[in-house]
């Protein structure tokens, strides 16, 4: 559903333009403690809401790179937040959404990571029937989102999706150290991420309790997405499956992953039967290992049709994730147990495959 990304009067637009020449190729800092959102979007005086960040990315003229820096806090979003600049970014200078403590590095913690909240309310008094709702917005290509936490919506009946990225041609997109946590009947996400395009890679990202995580949709206009990858993520209790693709080109990535207790391990829609690689996975506790589905949710298992071309994948044991904050191994496989060793979770372990 389309949602207004960022309207103003005529002055403070030509001052949204002065300052992104003043913010300049480098970063624009983002801090819901300290931030204002008249002030110049730098370290010293830092925004306030990601949708002003926006703002600044949007009339860009010159060329990028822009890195938007987010502190730690709540992001409380009231509505979505559009990043569509086509013409500033390309992929030597691309747009960079991160945090300002990046998981697996000195000082981060669990609170370090920018918290994305959604509180919009789009019930109508009286009215009834599912909503759809969207967090960020992404449609431009040659984007890096890094080392953010994407919690539910509070409204128990609309899809809510934290992530979209859905854009004509686009390309060179990648999703790193981010969570996406949900508490089924109270913070729901049905959607975590949702992707067309091509070279889409989700990586080192942790899905807890969503409906449906990692949504490789399409090419654009009815072209195979080529390119894609989704590797070292864990996924645990996905309600509709694990990894969901549409038109996605065989030569999708798919290895050290973790699966398990999902209603799905692997969805799609009917009729694409492309044989795809699991590689160095595992794979447990989930009802059904492959399906169809539709954008409301599964139709059903698939039959013989499709096959998978499987190396390393580990179909037995318990999947044995890390859920204490203050434990090292925090949304870790612990150690010692099925699938420790594939380096699945948020944090990057050098000489990783």
């Not at 009286?126 to 936490?149: D, E, S």
């Amino acid at each position: 559903m389309p949602f207004p990304m960022f309207r103003t009067s005529p002055w403070i637009l030509a001052a949204i333009i002065w300052l992104a020449g003043a913010v300049g190729a480098d970063v624009i800092v983002v801090d819901p403690l300290r931030g204002n959102d008249v002030q110049e979007g730098t370290a010293e005086l830092p925004l306030r809401t990601l949708e002003r960040a926006a703002g600044l990315v949007n009339v860009r003229t010159e060329p990028g790179p822009t890195t938007i820096r987010l502190m730690p806090g709540i992001y409380a979003l009231e509505r979505s937040v559009t990043f569509e600049n086509r013409r500033a970014y390309g992929r030597d200078r691309p747009l960079a959404i991160e945090a300002s403590i990046a998981p697996g590095t000195p000082g981060w913690t669990p609170d370090s990571m920018p918290a994305i909240v959604p509180i919009e309310d789009p019930r109508k008094p009286g009215g009834r029937g599912t909503t759809q709702t969207y967090g960020l917005k992404v449609k431009m290509g040659h984007v890096a989102i890094r080392g953010l936490k994407f919690l539910g919506s509070p409204l128990l009946d609309n899809w809510y999706c934290p992530l979209e990225c859905l854009a004509e041609d686009l390309t060179d997109v990648r999703v790193t150290g981010c969570l996406f946590a949900a508490a089924p009947g109270i913070q729901e996400i049905y959607c975590a991420v949702i992707t067309d395009g091509h070279r889409f890679t989700v990586d080192h990202c942790v899905f807890l309790g969503c409906h449906a995580c990692a949504v490789f949709w399409d090419g654009g206009r009815g072209v195979e997405g080529r390119g894609n990858a989704m590797h070292h993520c864990i996924v645990d209790g996905a309600r509709i499956a694990g990894v969901w693709t549409c038109d996605t080109g065989e030569d999708f990535e798919f290895h050290h992953n973790v699966v398990a207790r999902s209603e799905y391990f692997w969805m799609r829609k009917r009729g694409a039967t492309r044989t795809y690689a699991v590689r160095d996975c595992l794979v447990v506790g989930n009802r059904n290992r492959s399906g169809y589905g539709v954008e409301s949710g599964p139709t059903g298992p698939s039959g013989p049709e499709v096959v998978f071309r499987e190396e390393g994948v580990i179909a037995e044991g318990p999947a044995d994730i890390e859920m204490d904050p203050r434990s090292p191994n925090y949304l870790k496989v612990r150690p010692g147990t099925p699938g420790a060793s594939l380096g699945a979770g948020l944090f990057e372990s050098r000489g990783e495959p």
